[in-house]
């Protein structure tokens, strides 16, 4: 009788422990049905998560999608009640008018799904920051973490995303901007890495790091760049989009030049790399490389 009493007292435990857990990481996720075009903006700083300000952001977003297949914007919201912490993200779903159990839909809307939590679950996390709490400098400052997008390339064979990451945590002297970028293969339904563009052993980041150095120094001089992080190092040149122009290499803030000049980016035309494009890629045929 005891060890019966004392199961169903652990089952109970368990039971109210895994309530407790998916109210704290599920956020209100609402997806709205306008059009993606309408939906690219930047949040201000004002930490209010469930009501920012937006701003227009620039976007030369270039969408090709047929054949019924369109985005909506999905969003997370978070407002901790146990420390002055906002997060929000901003993520395309990808919709077809043949429903939700099209192969395509269903292997973007999963890959994208599991990139942003990843990059969110730290922020979902409602607990008290007691070291903040005993800063009295500190302890009423608001934090937050934003998560917003843009479509720099989309067809029904490929889809280009750049996500941006911002935010501002207590104690610093600023606030932090990070890049991250899904390239997804519709095709084959899978995230491509950046180095599957090129051919193998074709020396790729040799040429984009010259290119880089040079575009950065005709802009802000030679002696202001921070050449290591252009160095041809794989490392640096993951966070790469694609658009219907060329390849754009997103270098972030504080790296090569001071955080003061923001995050960098440098446009490579495809007429510049398309002996060095990976020919079965779905890179090929938007640079015009013909596949073999």
């Not at 999905?74 to 002055?84: D, F, R, S």
Request: charged residues 25%; aromatic residues 10%; glycine residues 4%.
């Amino acid at each position: 009788m005891k060890s019966r009493h004392a199961f169903m007292v652990a089952l109970l435990l368990g039971i109210g422990t895994y309530i407790f857990v998916q109210r704290a990481w599920t956020p209100n996720v609402s997806v709205n049905n306008t059009p993606v075009a309408q939906t690219l903006q930047t949040t201000s700083s004002s930490n209010q998560a469930d009501n920012p300000s937006p701003t227009p952001a620039p976007s030369e977003e270039k969408i090709y999608l047929s054949d019924g297949l369109r985005f909506e914007t999905a969003t997370i919201n978070k407002q901790h009640t146990k420390n002055k912490f906002s997060a929000r993200a901003e993520y395309p779903q990808l919709v077809s008018d043949r429903g939700k159990n099209d192969a395509h839909v269903l292997g973007f809307y999963e890959a994208v799904r599991s990139f942003i939590y990843k990059e969110m679950s730290w922020s979902l996390i409602d607990a008290r920051d007691r070291e903040k709490e005993k800063r009295e400098h500190w302890r009423d400052v608001e934090e937050y973490h934003y998560v917003r997008y843009e479509v720099s390339y989309a067809s029904n064979d490929f889809i280009s995303i750049v996500f941006t990451a911002e935010g501002y945590s207590w104690g610093a002297a600023h606030g932090y901007e990070h890049p991250l970028i899904i390239n997804y293969d519709l095709r084959r339904n899978k995230i491509l890495k950046a180095a599957s563009f090129f051919k193998p052993r074709s020396d790729y980041l040799r040429l984009l790091s010259d290119y880089c150095k040079d575009m950065l120094s005709q802009q802000h001089g030679a002696q202001s760049l921070n050449e290591q992080y252009i160095e041809p190092k794989a490392k640096y040149y993951e966070n790469i989009s694609v658009t219907d122009k060329g390849l754009l290499i997103i270098l972030g803030e504080c790296n090569v030049l001071p955080c003061s000049a923001g995050s960098q980016s440098v446009l490579v035309p495809f007429a510049v790399i398309e002996d060095k494009i990976n020919p079965r890629s779905p890179l090929a045929k938007l640079a015009g490389v013909a596949n073999e």
